[in-house]
């Protein structure tokens, strides 16, 4: 008769990997969104064309704003709301680095904190005028996502912010790298037209998030309106200020980029039918064609205004 015991102790289970204390490689670079650089950036852009200074000699000065406009100020904001969103990442987006893990601890938070010291130095080399616009895209950014402010919890007040800081302070700073001085009113008008514009824009990026935001309490513009009602006003929102900035350039005797900017506007409106049929199935789609129609209005003015400073 065998002498085991009927009853053998179960085996003991493996000892669990200890949670990363550092960030996995490749986290730090999806945590600053480096598609969402190209908007700030190609602003910039359009305020230096704008400025109607010529760019010889100037390079280094140009591509550190354009640094300073995308990989530091608008990286800056997006690891902020990523630190200050981990817990709506958490059902919208939860393999997101922060809520997944691939970003411990307070790491997120302490790139927020580095990436704004890095981007208050960078603007200070630029001038004084850089420098006062980096401040103030910088509180934006960070009372965007942060309490007590956190002005994302309503759409009408978080998507004016996003707007701000993505079109009209880089075109602002743009102008101001070249020129050294406060830009040109009609500069300073056409950037805050097209600024704007961009509160429409960012209510296209709140359609996919509306479950989550309602949960976590988020009064996005889809949240409090209804998709229908948004999206109508986003297109309301988007369209209004290229109608006037079509209407300025007419007024300042530059009528063929005028007649451009209409054209890239009646295009925007034959996509917009597409987007209002169902906003939450194509809010992503116009947001890559609709928008691309937008950006190039922008260029279209900042030429135009080139053309007027010369």
């Not at 919208?92 to 208050?120: C, K, Y």
């Not at 402010?149 to 790298?177: D, Q």
């Not at 691309?292 to 922008?298: D, I, Q, W």
Request: charged share 10%; net charge positive; with cysteine.
């Amino acid at each position: 008769m065998s002498t085991e015991p009927l009853l053998k102790p179960l085996p003991k289970p493996p000892l669990l990997a200890k949670p990363s204390a550092v960030p996995e490689p490749g986290a730090l670079l999806e945590l600053l969104k480096p598609i969402t650089w190209f908007a700030p950036m190609w602003a910039f852009a359009c305020g230096v064309v704008s400025s109607g200074v010529p760019v010889q000699g100037r390079w280094p000065v140009i591509l550190a704003g354009i640094l300073l406009a995308g990989p530091l100020v608008c990286a800056t904001s997006q690891a902020a709301n990523d630190w200050f969103d981990r817990h709506v990442d958490a059902i919208n987006e939860p393999d997101r680095p922060i809520p997944s893990g691939r970003m411990p601890g307070r790491w997120g938070l302490f790139v927020a904190l580095a990436w704004t010291l890095l981007s208050l130095a960078v603007a200070a080399l630029l001038g004084p005028w850089v420098l006062g616009a980096g401040v103030f895209g910088l509180a934006l950014a960070w009372a965007y996502s942060a309490p007590p402010l956190r002005l994302k919890r309503n759409g009408w007040w978080g998507n004016a912010a996003c707007g701000l800081c993505y079109e009209g302070l880089p075109w602002f700073t743009g102008a101001a790298v070249m020129a050294g001085a406060l830009p040109d009113g009609r500069i300073v008008l056409v950037a805050a037209l097209y600024s704007l514009g961009a509160h429409g824009i960012m209510t296209l990026n709140d359609f996919k998030s509306m479950e989550g935001d309602r949960r976590t309490g988020i009064r996005s513009l889809p949240v409090q309106l209804g998709a229908g009602r948004a999206a109508r006003l986003a297109c309301l929102v988007m369209a209004a200020p290229q109608v006037v900035v079509v209407a300025a350039l007419a007024a300042w005797g530059m009528p063929w980029h005028a007649t451009l900017v209409a054209a890239l506007l009646a295009g925007q409106g034959v996509l917009m039918r597409r987007f209002l049929s169902d906003p939450h199935r194509w809010a992503a789609w116009y947001n890559g064609t609709g928008t691309l129609l937008s950006v190039l209005g922008m260029l279209t003015a900042a030429l135009a205004l080139q053309g007027g400073a010369a």
